[in-house]
């Protein structure tokens, strides 16, 4: 066996080794006591391709920038958020996501940029995301590594998918109370 050839199987078990550490990881008992639903380590694996194949997508099509995109994936329903210039920006990524192979259904809440932004604008932003998410991570109550935070000047996006309304609720208390916060909007699903 060559070097290399070690090197990548060494890397790929690693990979597989940290995937399944964090699938296995990620389920949870939601604030009520009741089981959430899971999915299985194959839906897990498949949901990471297909958010890597939309992913890939939106950075290949020239009239997206697929940097203001997050993508989630979850038993194949795509959730898209992020704030963009334009709705033929919107309609653009929602067309280039159905394309993808896997894509069961899509949960598009992009929203239209406000005013123009600025270096300090976008400093600024991503310091309140900084401090949002270490809010929410320092609170036992919310599974915040399913929560993205997307923050435009004072405005504040929460996608993803949660346990609970409970968890739900709190991450928006929480996004709220952080200082510079105006507005928060809410596209976050309970796990089906």
Request: overall charge neutral; glycine content about 6%; hydrophobic content about 45%.
């Amino acid at each position: 066996m060559t070097k290399h050839h070690s090197t990548h199987v060494f890397a790929l078990a690693l990979f597989s080794m940290l995937l399944l550490t964090t699938v296995g990881c990620s389920q949870g008992v939601d604030t009520a006591g009741m089981p959430v639903p899971t999915t299985t380590v194959g839906t897990d694996i498949d949901d990471s391709v297909i958010t890597s194949r939309v992913k890939s997508a939106l950075l290949a099509n020239s009239d997206i920038k697929s940097f203001d995109f997050k993508v989630e994936t979850r038993k194949g329903e795509v959730l898209l958020s992020g704030f963009v210039d334009n709705q033929a920006q919107i309609d653009s990524a929602t067309a280039v996501t159905r394309a993808v192979p896997g894509v069961k259904g899509i949960q598009n809440n992009v929203l239209l940029k406000g005013k123009a932004v600025t270096v300090g604008n976008t400093v600024d932003a991503s310091i309140m995301t900084g401090r949002i998410k270490a809010a929410l991570l320092a609170d036992p109550s919310v599974k915040s590594l399913d929560i993205a935070v997307v923050t435009r000047s004072d405005e504040v996006l929460l996608t993803g998918f949660v346990d609970s309304k409970a968890q739900m609720d709190r991450a928006i208390d929480i996004a709220r109370s952080v200082e510079g916060v105006r507005l928060v909007s809410n596209e976050m699903s309970v796990k089906k």
